[in-house]
């Protein structure tokens, strides 16, 4: 174990520094602790524009930025760079790759992480879309498709090759499918003069008859005009049964040749919660008390997508207002213990559903409001580049977005390894 000098202040150690991390540490900033938050990261992950970065309109620092830097001017606060394994709730230690560290108060905010639900062929051949690297990886390989087709004599080959698949009708999936398509019929068409664009294909495979699924039905319909407006063909109720890196397989025995598949069907718990002595619900997320503690551990609270919170009949969804609630929550609770006050209840206040289809195209639902087309994506557009956490990315997206909007044009077109 390293050497931990006897803390006097309660030593608040947070796992994550994601949504639910980094609004804990903040929200404790006021208080006297000592706070040590850990990430295998060094930086702050905007999960919602990773699809931005995958399909060239983002950058990698535009959507991350520093945690030392967030939490420059907190100085209750300690950054570990490391990978937690384990922790035995019994010692009240955290092991990391680096060492070990104990706490009198902890935070589990370890997100979640791709679900294939099993199905190897899709973990190994397609692609993921949760981190940084699996977003630049797509960027790359997009890219490499056109650059590939663009001199491709066999045509069957070639129209694999222009052949893009989306797995998953939710939110992830249309942003993503939206966003390619306009890459490629707003921007690609201008530069590839010889390539005959009728060839290209992209699909968006969904396994239910409906895309966004908590999206009332009017805005779900105009989700899927919208998507077959910019060149989406849209497959619903069909299930994805393998691929092999130049061959989807769907049940019913229809093969579709592309080499590019992107898997946004599913997201389970951060394999951390399976290393720890706690219950698992579905999607293997920790099962928590209404305080967000683990039922049998008071000092230990787990938040956001790696918690099963259930909200009435059903656990709260996978979503960053989700993290950063219970983030207040966790943090006001651990207040309350040390000020021997009494612990309040979690409740889950809902913010509504957006979702972009890209140039002027998105749908909003909060409570009775609902709306799309342009000033949904207005709206869209404002809450997204006001929820980035520094005025530096905020200023540099906003910029970006205005560019794009104007001109037409995707700037990241960067082939950043072969
Ligand atoms: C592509 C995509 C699009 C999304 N779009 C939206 C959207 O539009 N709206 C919305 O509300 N939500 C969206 N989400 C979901 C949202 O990002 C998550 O719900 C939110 O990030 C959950 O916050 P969290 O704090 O639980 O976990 P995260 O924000 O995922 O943070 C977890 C942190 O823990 C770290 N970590 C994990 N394991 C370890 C370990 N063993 N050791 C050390 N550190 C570890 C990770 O590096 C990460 O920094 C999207 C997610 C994805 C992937």
Redesign the pocket.
Known sequence: MQNETVAKKPHVVI???????IRTARALAKNDVKITL????NY??F??L??QVATAGLSVDDIAYPVRAIFRDQKNVDFRL????NVDFETKVVTMNTGQISYDYLVV????MTNYFGMASMEKNGFG??TLDESVEIRNHVLRMFELAAHERDADKRRALLTFVIVGGG??GVESAGALSELIYHVMVKEYHNMNFKEVRIMLVEASDKLLATMPEELRDITVETLIRKHVEVRMCVQVTEYDGQRMSLKGGEVIPTYTVIWAAGVKA?N?IDTLDVEQASMRRAVVNEYLQLPTRPEVFI????AHCMQGERPLP??????MQQADATAKNIRNIIRGKELKKFVYKEMGNMATIGRNAAVVHMGKFKTHGFFAWAIWSFVHILRLIDFRNRAVVFVKWMWDYLVYERVVRIITRQ
Do not use: C, R, W
Request: glycine content about 18%; cysteine-free.
């Open positions: 796992v994550g520094a994601g949504f639910g991390g850990i990430d295998k990261y702050h992950l999960q919602p990773l699809y490391a990978e937690v394994s905010a370890a997100g979640g879309m949760k939110p992830t951060n951390l938040i956001g997508d790696a996978m979503v960053a207002p989700v993290a």
